[in-house]
């Protein structure tokens, strides 16, 4: 534990924004996060949220790239920071880090997968449905507009969404 640094952000931080050439990755203990694109209009499109066991800033880590996009704050979040060097090293002198990495990529790549296949294959009421499965208490936590950009969808068609499910639901 010597090795991590205790974080606390509070709602409304960001943890990497647009340009950031990250040093550290973070394990999220609390709170929840949102990582998303801002387009050249100005609008923004949520890639992923980050929840409690989250890892943060990985790829960006690997790739040793300047990040395309911002990971926010939408509660306030404690983490535990890393950087990439001092991570290295633990990798080298225990071999259970190596397991613990290799089963968060592998998580990471079943996440893309299941994303990607979403949003080739269902429309936008079956992403929905999914993402509830997943989190069940994300509305509780997210704004309604975040959820609405994760799907790819205005506000407005998820609002219709959610009263066309809990219409059917009756």
């Known amino acids: 534990m010597e090795t991590f640094t205790p974080l606390k952000l509070n709602k409304n931080d960001f943890f ?16 929840a996060l949102r990582c998303f694109y801002i387009d050249k209009n100005g609008n923004d ?24 996009y911002y990971i926010e704050t939408l509660e306030t979040c404690r983490l535990l920071t890393i950087d ?3 991570l290295e090293r633990m990798i080298k002198e225990n071999t259970t880090w190596l397991k613990i990495i290799k089963e968060l990529q592998d998580q990471a790549i079943i996440y893309k997968e299941r994303r990607e296949r979403s949003f080739l294959l269902d429309d936008a009421t079956h ?16 704004k309604q507009k975040h959820i609405a950009s994760y799907l790819g969808v205005s506000p407005v068609s998820l609002s219709r969404i959610r009263n066309k499910l809990n219409h059917l639901q009756m």
């Open 16 to 31: 990497l924004r647009e340009g950031d050439l990250p040093s550290k990755l973070a394990f999220n203990v609390s709170g």
């Open 45 to 68: 499109s949520t890639k992923k949220f980050f929840f409690e066991g989250a890892v943060l800033g990985y790829s960006a880590l690997i790739s040793n790239q300047k990040v395309p």
């Open 84 to 86: 990439y060097t001092s």
């Open 127 to 142: 992403r929905y449905i999914h993402l509830i499965r997943e989190f069940p208490n994300i509305e509780k936590r997210i």
